[in-house]
């Protein structure tokens, strides 16, 4: 902005703050000086201003994704699509890998992304062998979309020394039939998948030993996120969370629990009690909702990333990708959590599971901040914040549910400086 201030107007102003929409923002340096009406902000901004009209387009303040893996993303950036829309089959996902592997050097390795078991056409996982068809030379793996599980080659295992007889390792589980998932089917059910009772996934620390844990973090003023899908983890992580609280108070500790895929409602009166973070993912919802109905059933499974609930109980939760299991689309993520409609079709539970516009929107601005500690700086337009701002071609509380996810992210400020 060359040290000129520098006012904006001329089109829809979202805030996320109070008031929630305004005429102008006024911005200094790296800041947001001010944020009201025209001649407010032409005032604050004295008369060595500079003045930008949006045409129409609207303002937002940046994104905020909560939960999300950069490193991960781009690696697999780097990796051959073999998602539903690439390769909606084990056979083309066997030919698009064979292909690739044919423009390589010799030796070097082969490795896919993005296949879900649910949406191929044979609806399971691929197995080592048809993998050795697309390259019996060399390394050949896929991960499937959820990043929790994957599929490798002969040449793999027999680099690894495993074979039939091969025991599972710690933490994890060799496949040696083809199973249907929650998502990979890693989330913990004690009792056993109502789907298949003989899956139990897998729990990574044993209740006495997480307790300590998080524990000795809340005592030292830490915030914890920890990974938690089934009833039971949730359950696990609330317990923690009310005994740590009992030993050492803290009013505004912040604990989150990632994803909090399927909590039941008293868990969800609880986390409001204690004041829990759930962190969602509603493209998720949109992805795997029927895997999930398939996998736990319709009662708790429609309750998949039950959004609407948290709402009307007062939990004040975030929204997130999980990148690269979800692409970083905060407005597809919105119009997930507005429609709660599944890749396939499927309402995903009853219409009070949903949430309006605007609270997806926050969920994914100062709702997200909030959680990551990072409110006092972004997540909203309002003074003294960071001018991290985004530029859309439409307002999406005003274009049909339907188009919310094509609107375009015309432009991205960063500290009150154009990086996109």
């Known amino acids: 902005m060359n040290g000129r201030p520098l006012v904006v107007a001329g089109g829809p102003i979202l805030t996320m703050a109070e008031?929630?929409?305004?005429?102008?923002v006024a911005l200094h340096d790296d800041r947001i000086a001010w944020a009201g009406s025209l001649e407010e902000c032409r005032a604050r901004a004295g008369p060595d201003r500079e003045e930008r009209d949006l045409g129409g387009r609207t303002l937002l303040p940046g994104f905020v994704d909560a939960h999300i893996h950069p490193l991960m993303l781009g690696q697999t950036r780097s990796w051959i699509d073999v998602g539903p829309a690439a390769a909606p089959s084990i056979e083309a996902m066997v030919e698009r890998l064979?292909?690739?592997?044919?423009?390589?050097p010799p030796g070097q390795p082969v490795h896919g992304y993005g296949y879900d078991l649910r949406r191929v056409a044979e609806g399971r996982h691929p197995t080592a062998a048809e993998l050795d068809r697309a390259a019996p030379d060399r390394e050949v793996t896929v991960m499937h979309a959820s990043g929790h599980g994957g599929v490798v080659n002969s040449v793999v295992l027999a680099q690894a020394g495993i074979g039939a007889a091969t025991a599972d390792v710690p933490g994890g589980e060799i496949g040696r039939a083809p199973d249907g998932t929650l998502v990979g089917r890693t989330a913990w059910f004690p009792e056993g998948y109502p789907g298949d009772?003989?899956?139990?996934?897998?729990l990574y620390h044993d209740p006495a030993e997480f307790r300590a844990l998080l524990?000795?973090?809340?005592?030292?003023?830490?915030q914890t996120a920890t990974h938690a899908l089934s009833p039971a983890a949730i359950g696990l992580v609330l317990?923690?969370?009310?005994?740590?609280?009992?030993?050492?108070?803290?009013?505004?500790?912040?604990?989150?629990i990632e994803h909090c895929a399927l909590p039941t409602i008293e868990q969800v009166a609880r986390m409001a009690r204690l004041g829990a973070i759930p962190v969602a993912q509603s493209q998720h919802a949109h992805a795997f909702g029927d895997g999930a109905i398939a996998a736990v059933?319709?009662?708790?499974?429609?309750?998949?990333?039950?959004?609407?609930?948290?709402?009307?109980?007062?939990?004040?939760?975030?929204?997130?990708s999980d990148a690269p299991v979800a692409p970083p689309a905060p407005l597809q993520a919105v119009q997930a959590a507005v429609e709660r409609r599944t890749v396939l079709g499927t309402a995903l539970g009853p219409d009070d599971l949903r949430v309006d516009v605007e609270d997806a929107l926050r969920a994914y601005t100062i709702d997200a901040a909030w959680a990551c500690h990072a409110d006092r700086l972004v997540g909203s337009i309002e003074p003294g914040k960071l001018a991290d701002l985004v530029i859309l071609s439409a307002d999406p509380t005003s274009v049909p549910t339907t188009a919310i996810g094509s609107i375009a992210v015309e432009e991205t400020w960063s500290a009150g400086e154009p990086v996109h």
């Open 215 to 222: 524990a000795r973090a809340h005592a030292a003023g830490l």
């Open 98 to 104: 064979r292909h690739q592997a044919a423009t390589f």
């Open 19 to 24: 008031p929630p929409r305004v005429e102008a």
């Open 197 to 202: 009772p003989r899956e139990r996934g897998l």
């Open 297 to 320: 059933g319709r009662e708790l499974g429609e309750r998949y990333h039950p959004l609407g609930l948290y709402a009307r109980s007062g939990v004040r939760f975030a929204l997130s």
């Open 239 to 256: 317990d923690g969370i009310e005994e740590a609280e009992r030993a050492s108070p803290r009013p505004d500790a912040r604990h989150r």
